[in-house]
């Protein structure tokens, strides 16, 4: 049987860098003949006759498995191969490159040259089936080499269930083959993702639940990329690895502290595990982007007096704390100085689980040296240290199918050894995982190994510091015309610590914001963050989480006259194809993630200049926002400026960036735990009210909008009286949905029925 796809994977590539790859030379026609040589070896060669193409190619083609230069090759520079291969060799350690030369000049060759390339060719006094046997023994052993042990064991693994009798029932893709829909799914995924769908009860792969096989050796490969003593694949996302870890380390009763600004699915492990959490509440900043839990709250006192305050503690069986949950980095970009936090939190728990899910990249790249839950892996454990666990989504921010996970852990005090951990792990997991989901963690693994992570993430990050460049230097020009314009949130000035030399944001080297951490700090203070008194160096903004601000609110928190709220820019880009991370009342969230491709922000910069243009005259919404026109008769044909004051308007007789700030600032009173509250819903011991018979009752699940997805309340805590700051937030967004459904929020938890909210709340007697 023929296999198209097989093939292509199984193609080879190598480039010839040389001025003579034809022609009537000896050297040229040696050329040729190794190119037929090569091609009955089902080896294609791409070639170039300059050094600079050449690196060009190598940068641009991660296909090519081999390098042929010539040392002869022109270019610009004292050296121009050595340039070649000093820019190959910082993404990429292990490509095979040959040199071509004759044997008189390796003798003058420099010693670095010899040292970056792994072999030579003798062009004249080889024959070309030599030649080409060591090219493609060198182009398979790399192939080897470059494939992580799960992928590679899965790629070997190429055999075609013809006769299998086991699950999953398509066996490798055939059973679609009999219906014209089943083909169209076949064609569109390709027969690859099909046949590498593999059943459990292939032994040749190892077993995920049991961490055994080729799976194992990837997850250890994994391990050490990241840092950990060891890693797990998760294959249903961190909301699973966070269950996962919350269920190995807290039974019921006892007392967790979590970090306000948790994701949902910490809820739910809360929940499940029954645990009495105790919350760490962040700062929040005019904008009403979340900060950081400040290290006051992360002292022994602020904790022990925390727990004591917090009414549930009550039933606990002990006044400490067994585990802590921390978003870090936060969905917004700022990122904990991790040794400091656990040098605090350390005092008071034994066990510190990070939610790393949007910051997986952080080892790979100095800036964010210390600012990730490993950062200490290049020293051996400190088994008086707390333990750690760390969530990440490979999907998120890496290359990764969705729900690709991976859970790193460092044992110090408490561990939790595999033995014990292994029991959460495969509750929490199916007994028929997805082995490309797999074969994808393995394989991001492999991207950051080496010098690959540290470029990925370099190549990001340079791209984000451009953006926000650009955009910091356009809002200067606008701002001397007194015009406005939107801003990157981000330091208004940075220093050089080398020099001293202070730099307005726009006007500071490139290099420096892509290398100092240090141009990145939240300083005590500095007016641009609105965190307020930081202690220095705690906590740093990610460059590559960019958020742009709109005119509407100024940095002392007050509305100003006029504003254009962020969800009218996030439409407009919408309609122009330009898909945004997330829109709160003022900000728009942009990912710089590795999948960038050079200059892809060029595209933004004019939408965001079309979108001032358009706004500035007013233009009508038939011409640039004609779907929600069409959704949205009830608008009118208005011009975008006018929809603009319109929701400006609403929003400042509502206060609803004021109200956001107080409903997440003040911890509502809990009447029972999670779990307690959970287990009356299970019963229906609920009922379903709207807002304005909320005040008194207890929640019966969480209430989360989105964005950011944090909860404003938990499961078993308390509205509060009817102006209660969680009460007057809901009824502002209710108020602010009704005028402007196109715009409406999205709260779980929360159901809409003709315009109104309306919320489970617990009935009858507290449990
Ligand atoms: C997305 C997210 C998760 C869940 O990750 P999935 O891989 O989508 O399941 C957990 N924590 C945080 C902070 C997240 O943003």
Redesign the pocket.
Known sequence: MHHPTQQRYNSMLALMASAEVDGNSAPGRAATRLQAELSERKIDLVTTVSSSDACVILSTNPAIQCLLINWALPGDGECPVLEVLEQLRTRNQKMPVFLLADQQTVSTMPRRALELANDFIWMLEDTPTFIGGRIQGAIERYRHTVLPPMFRALTHFARVHEYSWHTPGHTGGTAFLKSPAGRAFYDFFGENMLRSDLSVSVTELGSLLDHTGPIAKGEQYAAKVFGADRTYYVTN???TS?RVILMASVTRGQLALCDRNC?K?VEHAITMSGAVPTYLVPLRNHYGLIGPVPPQQLTASAIDKAIQQNPLTRDAKSSRAVHAVI?NST?DGLCYNVRRVEELLGESVDRLHF?E??YSYARFNPIYHDRFAMYDSDKPTAKTGPSKFATQ?T??LLAALS?A?MIHIRDGRKPIEHGRFNEAFMMHASTSPLYSIMASNDVSAAMMDGPGGRTLTGESIAEAVAFRQVLARLRQEYRDKEEWFFDGWQPDHVSDPDNGHNYAFHSAPADLLCREPKCWLLNPHDAWHGFGDLEPGYCMLDPIKVSITTPGIERNGQLADWGIPASIVSKYLDNLDIIVEKTTDFTILFLFSIGITKGKWGTLVNALLAFKRDYDANRSLSQCLPNLLKKQPRYGDIGIKDLADRMFTTMTKLGSTAQLSAGFSALPHADCSPVQAYEALVRGDVEMLPLNQLAGRTAATGVVPYPPGIPLLMPGENFGQADSPALSYLKALESFDREFPEFAHDNHGVEVRDGHYRIYVLRGDLP
């Open positions: 996302g961190s909301s966070n994701h699915s978003t969905y939610d899910a949007w989504s999907h998120k729900q996970s």
